[in-house]
């Protein structure tokens, strides 16, 4: 009776274990899912690059970097503000209460965009932690500015998924001053090649 009644034990807390660990043990790839695609496509970002930092008032600022391709390829960033309470109306996009501002920045040999949103953002380790595992709940982007032959091929989109970021306070701000650099220079000089 003793043994049947720890199998019964054990059968019920393997059940019980996903559930607890669904929070910590689940990783869903950060995905772009345009609002008027037909198929139901997403594009899926993969950042090799990921770092943040923490400042006084307990704002969050992620930035997130791939390249592919080499020197012709394309490259994209991501920059993230979490707000430690919900902010209203930072951002056009959502004039409702929100807890994160991105900018998704994307620069192709031809052209550079910048898209902007807004949305819900889930930290799932204390402040400051080495590393810290993000879930973005729901959130929108679309194109705010662009230059050259860039072509704008999501449109309005939503964003969701995890994400993770080492924390290096030195490295996130040197990252996101080289990406804002990086974009505006090429930004600068893909107009001129238009025009």
């Known amino acids: 009776m003793i043994k049947r009644t720890g199998n019964i034990f054990l059968v019920l807390?393997?059940?019980?274990?996903?559930l607890l660990l669904g929070g910590c043990g689940?990783?869903?790839p950060?995905?772009?899912?345009?609002?008027r695609s037909q198929a139901g496509s997403t594009l899926q970002p993969h950042f090799h690059q990921a770092f943040y930092y923490v400042t006084r008032d307990g704002t969050y600022h992620f930035i997130l970097k791939s390249k592919t391709g080499g020197n012709t390829g394309v490259t994209q960033m991501?920059?993230?503000?979490v707000f430690w309470k919900p902010v209203p109306g930072v951002t056009p996009i959502l004039s409702t209460a929100i807890n994160a501002t991105f900018e998704y920045i994307v620069i192709t040999p031809s052209g550079t965009g910048r898209y902007s949103g807004a949305g819900f953002i889930r930290l799932h380790?204390?402040?400051?932690?080495?590393?810290?595992?993000?879930?973005m709940v729901d959130g929108d982007l679309r194109l705010t500015a662009s230059s050259g032959y860039f072509q704008n091929?999501?449109?309005?989109?939503?964003?969701r998924g995890d994400f993770t970021a080492d924390r290096d306070p030195r490295r996130a701000i040197a990252?996101?001053?080289?990406?804002?650099r990086f974009y505006f220079i090429?930004?600068?000089?893909?107009?001129?090649?238009?025009h």
């Open 13 to 18: 807390w393997l059940g019980v274990l996903p």
């Open 125 to 135: 380790n204390g402040k400051h932690a080495a590393i810290m595992h993000a879930t």
């Open 186 to 194: 090429h930004a600068y000089h893909t107009r001129l090649a238009v």
């Open 26 to 28: 689940y990783f869903r």
């Open 30 to 35: 950060l995905s772009i899912i345009p609002v």
């Open 78 to 81: 991501m920059v993230i503000r």
């Open 153 to 159: 091929a999501l449109g309005p989109s939503r964003i």
């Open 175 to 180: 990252m996101l001053l080289q990406a804002r």
